[in-house]
């Protein structure tokens, strides 16, 4: 159900409503924004109505509209998070075209949504954990490593056991790399 003028302003007054009081969350009048937070200072009523509207068309699989909307929303909004992290998603279950094609549309969302929040430990954890998900662990420790310096707060994801056993995978690959590096400059010099 998409938001009509009347349920948009109302939504957009309830949402903004909510976000300056830091509270995470819509009423039961409209859709559930899970982890929306009070990190943005200049999220605008307009902003938050689109991210809803973009959200409904997602769940509605109206996948041109949905990426226009969500280009919409972080254009006025860039420090939005959940809009991003919303994005990538959806990005990543619109299995339309190639199969490997969404992938990348969910990379290049996080991707330009941290190079316009570099410091965002959501980004960084939603990225990790993708790369994760399809086995790249090096970018995956490197990115949630990044997470936990920007936000001590996340440090939880690094006690999950698949992130611990990525981590000791990177870490083998660099003692194996400094130990070859070592038999290299040894016989190098012998």
Not at 76 to 102: I, N, T, Y
Not at 136 to 144: I, T
Not at 157 to 183: D, N, T, Y
Request: one cysteine or more; aromatic letters at 6%.
């Amino acid at each position: 159900m998409l938001c009509t003028k009347a349920s948009a302003g109302s939504l957009s007054t309830g949402l903004h409503r909510q976000h300056a009081k830091g509270l995470y969350g819509l009423r039961k009048t409209g859709p559930a924004l899970r982890g929306f937070s009070g990190e943005s200072s200049a999220c605008n009523p307009r902003c938050i109505v689109k991210y809803a509207s973009a959200l409904e068309l997602a769940r509605s699989q109206d996948y041109s509209a949905a990426r226009e909307a969500f280009q919409e929303c972080v254009q006025m909004c860039p420090d939005l998070v959940q809009a991003w992290v919303s994005w990538a998603q959806f990005e990543k279950r619109a299995q339309q075209g190639c199969l490997g094609d969404h992938l990348q549309r969910c990379r290049s969302v996080l991707q330009r949504g941290l190079t316009l929040n570099p410091n965002n430990a959501k980004l960084c954890q939603a990225w990790g954990l993708l790369e994760l998900q399809r086995g790249n662990v090096l970018a995956a420790v490197l990115l949630l490593e990044r997470c936990v310096a920007n936000d001590p707060r996340c440090s939880p994801v690094l006690k999950w056991k698949a992130v611990r056993v990525a981590q000791q995978a990177v870490a083998s690959r660099r003692l194996r790399a400094i130990s070859m590096a070592r038999s290299t400059d040894s016989n190098r010099f012998a």
